[in-house]
């Protein structure tokens, strides 16, 4: 049976969520946002500066109605821009910070000077890793941009979190599939600390795994067809 994921945020002010694009981070970011804001002042910095397709700053009204504040700045083409106030905001003893990063070393860049910060023991950094997509399909795809990320970064600790999903159709076993997936592939070098999985089938996954496992609420616009 499944963990609280709080098991592994319990005690942590900073909150980073760094991982390749499409791993989900942004969803994340917002629903521990969106949860964390119910007991705390949220700082919500989004630093996503790759071009995304999905940027949590499109769910600024989730946001606001929650009570975080969202910290971003308009990207003009492809001209990368810093977020202001982020120190100020890690160094603030009565907020919880939390910064949606970039999905790679060019977006993890950014973060390197706020490293003292980051490093600290009230900060956690979460990377996310989807197995279902290419550039997460095995064990030198995860290196290669999680090394590269760390270098740029300068962060010294981490933790791994498996978000295993194919979208809006994937079941509990496709889930429990891509935990071991992930497992297999990583957890010689390093272990996986928790998990998400969409809250439909929140209930059923639960049963199929012993890790800290979060409900994620789908924020942000998607577009599919039923037919």
Same mark, same amino acid.
């Given at each position: 049976?499944? $963990? ?17 694009? =499409? ?13 964390? @804001? $119910?007991?705390a $002042? ?13 940027? @949590?700053?499109d ?15 308009? $990207?003009?083409?492809?001209?990368? #821009? ?14 919880? #910070? ?21 490093n ?10 989807n197995?279902?997509?290419?550039? @997460? ?10 090394s ?16 295993p999903?194919? =979208?809006?159709? #994937? ?10 997936? #992930?497992?297999?592939?990583?957890e ?40």
């Amino acid at each position: 049976m499944a $963990q609280p994921f709080e098991k592994i945020i319990a005690g942590k002010r900073n909150i980073v969520l760094l991982g390749e694009a =499409g791993c989900g981070k942004s969803e994340i970011a917002l629903n521990l946002a969106v949860k964390l @804001s $119910q007991s705390a $002042q949220v700082d919500f910095f989004d630093m996503d500066q790759t071009k995304p397709l999905y940027r @949590s700053r499109d769910a600024r009204r989730t946001l606001e109605s929650a009570g975080a504040h969202l910290h971003c700045e308009e $990207q003009f083409y492809d001209a990368p #821009t810093m977020v202001g106030g982020v120190s100020e905001s890690l160094n603030d003893m009565n907020a919880v #910070t939390i910064m949606d990063v970039g999905g790679n070393d060019t977006g993890a860049r950014m973060i390197g000077g706020f490293s003292m910060f980051l490093n600290r023991e009230d900060a956690v950094v979460l990377y996310v890793v989807n197995p279902y997509r290419p550039w @997460s399909r095995d064990v030198e795809s995860v290196d290669g941009t999680l090394s590269a990320i760390l270098r740029v970064s300068h962060l010294k600790k981490f933790h791994i979190i498996s978000n295993p999903n194919l =979208g809006f159709e #994937t079941t509990a076993e496709e889930f429990a599939a891509g935990i071991d997936k #992930t497992r297999r592939m990583l957890e010689q070098y390093v272990p996986v600390e928790g998990a998400c999985v969409r809250e439909e089938i929140f209930d059923a996954a639960a049963g199929l795994t012993e890790l800290p496992l979060l409900p994620v609420r789908l924020y942000l616009k998607y577009e599919w067809n039923e037919n």
